[in-house]
């Protein structure tokens, strides 16, 4: 039986997947609006609220550690073809990526 520290941690996991998948949802929803808004630059969505935008990936990804630390948000370049990488936040489970 799985200890209560297991448990937490599979609760949180799980409850940081689903945040994911909404702030991916909300970002492909609003889209045409971010192409309008913030065409060529990264932004950082989290519970369905830009909460970041910069002109340089590296820019805006050590903002958003700087500024809310290890929490798994949502970070897309916003451009009309989409370009998905996978950036596991250091507190949810490592998985190996399938070469």
Known sequence: MPTTTKRNRRMQDRAAQRLA???RRYYHQHKAEFLRKYRDKY???LNEQVIGVDATRSG???R???EYGDIPFFFSHV???SR???IPSYALK???SPR
């Open 84 to 86: 998905v990488v996978h």
């Open 64 to 66: 958003m550690f700087r």
């Open 60 to 62: 805006q990804l050590n």
């Open 94 to 96: 490592k998985t190996r």
């Open 21 to 23: 998948e909404r702030n």
């Open 43 to 45: 932004i950082a969505i």
């Open 79 to 81: 451009t009309e073809r």
